[in-house]
């Protein structure tokens, strides 16, 4: 059997690069063991290994939460226990192998979180995706080497840092960073990589071995067994870590640092970066986001800045007007229809706005006249609102507001609420008429009635 997307074990593998860092591989039983993915430089080709053949342990019942989703939300699926693996769990700020189903490392066990059931000692194919592994280890080389420099230049280190699917970011504890420092910061890590500076692992026996002491480390998980993994940059750095790498610097090719934020915890700042091929894409989207906008605002990119700048205010002040001009169209409209001899108004403004119906109502300034006001677009949804004798908006309101698939309340002595179909108006229109009609014809039989019986 193979573990791929087919089955849905793994929806998504990875991979690693141009020469990859031995990947932490758990060997028999679980214990971490240092397996060599070299890559062929000079066929650029993928390493074979990718590739795995292994059996599996244990599969039993599991539910997994789905990102994004209610925790009550869950997935029923299986942890399955492999003897050995090439795929990696989360961990240390790297995420696992795969995006929508999960691996996670318990204990010494990787635990691969599937939706088919797979019978102990069955024999499974494992598949690594090459190019989402080498965008991992660019982006994880990466941290560490903008982590060591920064530390060296700025005295800052860093207290924790997150592979995202396009930027990653570091989080510093220094309170800013002036353009100027991310620019000499940015510099200095290329210079780096231009200089091919190997990255090489090297694993020591256990947690207690004392050499272990001397590297930066912010500490093992509590349920960690066996060999523990350093990684060296040569003369740069030297950090426990159980991600996947690089095997040399000039792999990252470039790093370019973007911007930098504000952290969650006071006195830090997220670093935000690219790495590799992700500089690549990340200058392409700028490149097409430039052509649209010279074609946009009919300028070239020096000039991007003051043309948007200058239609920005120009938007800003065209919606004062059209905004002061609504208000002059409602009380046109209010004291148009205060004068009318008419009982009932229904009136929609595209353009208007919950302001614009309640000036309308202001101005009329008559409880016994009904308005039925809409505002919004006629095909989709908008706000409206129903003014008039107390007891007919409390019948007829909540019959309006299902017409229009909305929710509305009595606010300031009117039924006002979110229409979800506009479309529908002609509808609610309808309804308030043939209800004012019937009440009309109620009062004039009870006039006739009144006056059949006077002597």
Not at 117 to 125: A, D, K, R, Y
Not at 314 to 339: H, I, P, W
Request: proline letters at 4%; aromatic letters at 6%.
């Amino acid at each position: 059997m193979e573990l791929t997307s087919d089955c849905q074990l793994f929806t998504r593998f990875d991979e690693n690069a141009f020469s990859c860092l031995p990947v932490i591989h758990l060997g028999g039983g679980g214990v971490p063991t240092d397996l060599s993915l070299t890559m062929d430089r000079s066929t650029k080709s993928v390493p074979s290994n990718m590739q795995f053949q292994t059996k599996v342990k244990s599969c039993t019942p599991a539910e997994l939460t789905v990102p994004g989703k209610s925790k009550k939300d869950k997935l029923r699926g299986y942890e399955v226990i492999l003897e050995d693996t090439i795929l990696f769990p989360e961990g240390g700020g790297q995420i696992n192998d795969v995006e929508v189903l999960r691996i996670t490392r318990r204990g010494a066990d990787s635990v691969n979180f599937v939706t088919k059931e797979i019978q102990p000692g069955s024999e499974v194919n494992l598949k690594v995706d090459w190019n989402r592994r080498f965008d991992h280890m660019q982006q994880h080389t990466g941290q560490h080497l903008i982590t060591a420099i920064a530390e060296k230049m700025y005295g800052c280190p860093t207290t924790s840092w997150c592979l995202g699917e396009n930027i990653s970011s570091i989080e510093l504890d220094i309170p800013s960073l002036t353009d100027k420092q991310v620019e000499d910061l940015e510099n200095e890590v290329n210079k780096r990589i231009l200089a091919s500076i190997p990255v090489t692992p090297h694993l020591y026996h256990d947690k207690d071995d004392p050499e272990l002491k001397q590297f930066r480390c912010r500490g093992l998980p509590d349920d960690h067994v066996g060999p523990v993994r350093v990684l060296i940059i040569d003369g740069i750095d030297s950090t426990l870590c159980c991600g996947t790498h690089v095997s040399n610097l000039s792999h990252l090719q470039m790093i370019k640092l973007l911007w930098t934020e504000k952290g969650k915890k006071k006195d830090r700042i997220n670093l935000m970066f690219v790495a590799g091929g992700r500089v690549l894409r990340y200058l392409g989207r700028c490149v097409k986001v430039e052509r649209s906008l010279t074609t946009l605002l009919k300028g070239p990119l020096d000039d991007h800045y003051e043309l948007a700048d200058k239609a920005v205010k120009g938007c800003k002040m065209n919606q004062k007007y059209v905004t002061s001009l609504l208000r002059d169209l409602a009380v046109f409209e209010g004291q148009k229809f205060k004068a009318d001899s008419n009982s009932f108004l229904s009136l929609h403004r595209k353009e208007g706005d919950l302001e614009f119906m309640n000036i309308i109502v202001q101005q009329v300034a008559n409880p016994e006249k009904i308005c039925f006001l809409t505002v919004g677009d006629e095909k989709g949804a908008g706000l409206f609102l129903l003014s008039g004798p107390e007891i007919f908006i409390k019948e007829v309101g909540p019959k309006v507001a299902e017409i229009l698939s909305g929710k509305g309340s009595i606010n300031r002595g009117n039924y006002q609420g979110k229409a979800n179909k506009l479309s529908q108006k002609g509808k609610a229109e309808k309804l308030i008429q043939e209800t004012l009609s019937s009440k009309d014809s109620q009062v004039k039989g009870q006039d006739n009635s009144t006056q059949e019986k006077e002597p």
